[in-house]
């Protein structure tokens, strides 16, 4: 007890990166100092609770706690204040924000959530069935009694999902069909009088074999030691991966063009290339400082530097004399991560104490801001445009208008993904597969636009290619346009099937882009997860949508605060190392103490990180709304002496509710250990592991709350399974 743990990671030019963490003689994390020698503290009150977190700039975010644990209230580096109430079983009943802004809960016998009011009096209401799934949501907006929408979810034996209706204001219908390993292969999608079915099959090892679109059109998949090695198109075209460096291919083959990749020791990503017929047509080439923020890009066009303050969030672009294509960028932040200043956006940035900006920029650029009392954007004005955004009872965002007419309106299925889009009278429908967008269709249910994703890949980060389809045609004679991305997975360039750039974009670190004029296609894929919507200038992000003039969202985070303690930035002012394909996600959660360490930051850098879980995510049918903060009851029930656990029913939920069902959830229970129990994080501490810095190891920096670490009590090992215990389950190599 009272140890320092150092950790040392060696690259490939012999430098040693060395981080450290100090416990103190209770065992407890109390500081960490990362590879730039940057210091992060925690502070705990008498009964070993964390009560305080400073952070590399003296930012202090304080905790306090009731009797039994239950985290009672926050107070952020701004002095913004926040307050948890609960009832006699612990159950969250009110969250009040600094303004005075409540959410409350509702429970019943069984201790399940039954209703969710907002601030603004919209509610969800939430039914059971005998298995404690979600049998029926039902929507209500503000002062009325009937439901705005209502989904209903059916069941097989196996309590895996197979029908899912949705109806008033959006009516939608999804029906699936499992095989004997309750994989989905066919799916049913009806959009009102639309309908369209997608199948998928699998080969011997599990592997996603093939997609059938929805023009019967099928595209395969073929794998050499459970490697991507090929993907055959409709038109008999090839995309080929070869020459792996442990899970990342070092060769890409599109027809007429050939991707080179390199990585370091670390498995960083040093070199994206893409050259055709002897000329290179892209060039990414990454530095890194020693926490892994990237500190050079360059590109055929030239190169620029890149510059962060303590907390790792990017403050200067500088390209270098010769780069053409690049402007210089600089950005400063308050303790909370707000922006307020930027070099090529004069002006004040201000803000209320809800985080939410209300003013920036001057003259007539100067843009005035309102919210909902749920924290929407309400309404922008700036000079004579004045734009008005309206949410439905789920809170999404339903409608755009300016003073004369609506300039678009959205639809979303019960996942939260956005299935239309109407803007000028002309509606257009979104179809999506576990990886992302897989086609769009006019509204006579005719596929103008397919879209092509790395199987098993996180939603949104790995597109392959995007079908252009005239009328008649199907994808067996479409015109395909190969996407080649950065390291983060955001499309770059376009190449046709003979090897020639078709569509090109330019983009500032926070996604303000600029096309190239001679683009011969329109491409709306941006930041992962991100669709550029250009009828308002900003980007759907499945849960939420992002303003790249601001690099902030326009809607407060969907799970809360445990997406960190701003809840509109966008990835923590990281957008070369982060990205947030959800809208629901941040580089770290408010109760970890301390900054990302090195190995964390490698993992949201790296894709090949998440490679290691991809038997277990599935994120294709994400829910409306979303666990976020837990907290550990006090006085858990120790059922091994050895190891302290605590189930499903001990934690407490902030700023989130029940997950609906996952139409992509394959467990069949066959792979998971027998002798199972779920470890605490403070007893995980005691022993030397930090659970989050573990989790992210093998799950990558995504979402950690809805991940558990679980010990197999026959072997002592470690294993990371969904949150409850669900899923196959990941084995970590440490042992108690």
């Known amino acids: 007890m009272g140890n320092t743990i150092s950790v040392t990671q060696l690259l490939d030019n012999n430098t040693q990166l060395s981080s450290h963490s100090s416990y103190d003689q209770l065992g407890q994390l109390i500081s960490q100092t990362d590879a730039a020698n940057r210091t992060s503290q925690s502070e705990y009150n008498a009964l070993g609770q964390l009560s305080a977190n400073i952070d590399a700039l003296s930012g202090k975010t304080q905790y306090q706690y009731d009797l039994f644990s239950n985290l009672t209230g926050l107070t952020d580096p701004n002095g913004n204040q926040y307050h948890f109430t609960y009832d006699q079983n612990n159950n969250l009943i009110k969250e009040t924000k600094t303004l005075g802004n409540n959410i409350e809960y509702s429970y019943n016998q069984a201790n399940q959530l039954i209703e969710q009011k907002q601030t603004n009096g919209n509610r969800i209401q939430y039914q059971y069935d005998a298995a404690g799934n979600i049998s029926q949501q039902n929507y209500i907006a503000a ?18 999902l197979i029908d899912v209706q949705q109806s008033g204001h959006t009516n939608s219908h999804f029906i699936y069909q499992r095989d004997a390993l309750g994989r989905v292969v066919q799916e049913t999608i009806s959009y009102g009088n639309l309908k369209q079915t997608l199948k998928y099959s699998y080969d011997t090892d599990g592997n996603l074999a093939s997609i059938t679109y929805p023009d019967n059109s099928t595209v395969t998949y073929s794998y ?102 690049q402007r210089a960028e600089s950005y400063s932040y308050d303790a909370i991560g707000n922006r307020i200043g930027s070099a090529q956006q004069a002006g004040e940035w201000q803000y209320n104490d809800l985080n939410q900006l209300i003013k920036w920029g001057e003259g007539k650029q100067q843009t005035s801001l309102t919210y909902t009392a749920n924290g929407q954007l309400s309404t922008e004005e700036s000079g004579n445009k004045k734009l008005s955004y309206s949410y439905n009872a ?21 996942f939260g993904r956005r299935i239309s889009k109407t803007v000028n009278g002309e509606t257009t429908y979104y179809i999506y597969s576990s990886e992302g967008l897989l086609a769009e ?26 079908a252009n389809l005239s009328e008649g045609q199907t994808l067996k004679n479409a015109s395909y346009h190969y996407l080649i991305s950065d390291h983060l997975g955001t499309p770059q360039l376009a190449i046709n099937s003979a090897g020639e750039q078709s569509w090109k974009i330019n983009s500032d670190a926070f996604g303000n882009s600029e096309l190239d004029a001679n683009n011969q296609i329109t491409m709306n894929l941006r930041f992962p997860g991100q669709y550029y919507d250009a009828e308002t ?57 301390g900054v990302a360490t090195a190995g964390v930051r490698l993992c949201a850098a790296n894709p090949a990180c998440r490679y290691l879980a991809k038997e277990a995510i599935r994120w294709g049918a994400k829910s409306l709304i979303t666990p976020p903060i837990f907290n550990d009851k006090a006085d858990d029930d120790c059922r091994d002496e050895n190891v ?91 042992y108690l």
């Open 143 to 160: 002062g009325q009694d009937t439901a705005e929408q209502t989904v209903s979810y059916q069941y097989n034996a196996n309590n895996q």
């Open 224 to 325: 050499a030691n459970d490697q991507l090695q090929k993907t055959v198109l409709p038109n008999g075209e090839e995309i080929n991966w070869r020459n792996y460096q442990w899970n990342q291919p070092r060769s890409i083959t599109y027809p007429q063009a050939e991707q080179t990749n390199s990585y370091d020791a670390l498995q960083r990503p040093v070199q994206i290339k893409l050259s055709s017929k002897g000329q290179t047509l892209l060039e990414r080439n990454y530095s890194y400082d020693k926490v892994s923020n990237i500190s050079r890009i360059q590109t055929e066009k030239g190169s620029s530097s890149y510059q962060y303050d303590l907390l790792d969030r990017l403050t200067q672009v500088k390209p270098d004399s010769e780069t053409t294509n």
């Open 537 to 593: 200038g900003l980007s759907y992000n499945y849960f939420r949508d992002y303003d790249a003039k601001t690099g902030r969202y326009i809607q407060s985070d969907p799970i809360g605060l445990a997406g960190g303690i701003n809840t509109y930035g966008y990835v923590g002012g990281n957008p070369l190392v982060y990205s947030d394909p959800t809208g629901e996600i941040a580089p770290a959660v408010v109760a970890g103490a």
């Open 644 to 734: 302290e656990i605590n189930d499903a029913s001990s934690h407490n939920i902030i700023g989130g509710a029940p997950n609906p069902p996952d139409p992509d959830d394959q467990d069949n229970g066959k792979d998971k250990p027998r002798n199972l129990q779920k470890v605490k994080d403070n007893y995980l501490k005691k022993k030397g592991y930090d659970a989050h810095e573990l989790k992210a190891e093998y799950v990558g920096n995504k979402d950690l709350s809805k991940w558990d670490l679980y010990i197999n009590k026959d072997t002592k090992e470690l294993w990371i399974f969904r949150k409850g215990g669900t899923g196959k389950g990941i084995p970590t190599g440490y």
């Open 394 to 414: 789920a809170e999404r965002l339903s409608r755009v208008s300016n003073d004369t007419r609506e300039i678009a309106s959205y639809q979303y299925d019960p």
């Open 441 to 466: 269709l006019d509204q006579n249910g005719k596929m103008r636009v397919a879209y092509g994703w790395k199987p098993d890949s996180d939603w949104g980060t790995s597109p392959l290619w995007q």
